[in-house]
């Protein structure tokens, strides 16, 4: 089985510039979670939906950042503007019940 | 809300020996204690997990405690091999029937396993 699949694997961009990152969730799971991770501040959660529904957007840092799920098969996470400050590793994870099952990441470098 | 602290946030050990890694939360309500392993370049993988019903749980050479009236957990590793050199995460989660939930993560530990 296909396991969360994220893409693009690696993201560098200028500051200023607009990034969606794309995440393909394992087939049948109801559940989606959006994570970043930097030295400074570890794993932590941004935005999570529950039958592509939004449930808790309390960790999305600010107005930049957006997240949909138009169906069950697909979200994107947008950054626009994007700044230096946003470069992290970001990972969607996907659940059916509780456990949540991590993609490989995309990292992200704003310069 | 709910923090989790994770101690130690390096742990090195020779091949064969066990290894500890101790986490606490602060929300009683927590009931849903998963630790993952992170190698370089990789996203976290789930190796055991533990609901608050359960004191104990093992799978071959991890186990995981879990004492809910101190509100904390821990994992151990007995037998330990290179290839279990990596990132620790724990993390604690309320979990609801079958809807998803947001996991809250430790630190993390890095693991580090001589030969």
């Known amino acids: 089985d296909a396991g969360v699949i994220q893409s693009p694997r690696h993201e560098v961009t200028e500051m200023g510039q607009e990034v969606t990152l794309r995440c393909k969730p394992i087939s049948g799971h109801n559940s989606l979670f959006w994570y970043r991770q930097t030295m400074m501040r570890g794993l932590e959660l941004l935005i999570y939906?529950?039958?592509?529904?939004?449930?808790?957007d309390s960790g999305m840092p600010e107005d930049r950042f957006s997240a949909k799920m138009p169906n069950a098969s697909f979200s994107t996470l947008k950054i626009q503007p994007s700044e230096p400050r946003d470069s992290a590793v970001y990972f969607c994870?996907?659940?059916?019940?509780?456990?949540?099952?991590f993609g490989p990441g995309t990292r992200l470098t704003v310069t | 809300g709910e923090n989790v602290e994770q101690h130690p946030s390096t742990l090195s050990v020779q091949e064969g020996d066990s290894a500890v890694i101790k986490c606490t939360y602060s929300d009683s309500a927590s009931n849903y204690f998963p630790w993952y392993k992170q190698e370089l370049g990789k996203g976290p993988q789930l190796i055991i997990d533990?609901?608050?019903?359960?004191g104990e749980k093992k799978d071959q050479r991890i186990a995981v405690t879990l004492n809910k009236t101190a509100k904390h957990f821990s994992l151990h590793i007995t037998e330990t091999q290179p290839e279990d050199s990596a990132v620790y995460f724990c993390a604690a989660s309320e979990i609801h029937n079958q809807a998803g939930t947001a996991l809250i993560f430790g630190k993390g530990t890095t693991l580090s396993v001589s030969s």
């Open positions: 533990i609901r608050s019903n359960v």
């Open positions: 939906f529950n039958n592509n529904v939004p449930i808790d």
């Open positions: 994870a996907s659940s059916f019940s509780h456990e949540q099952y």
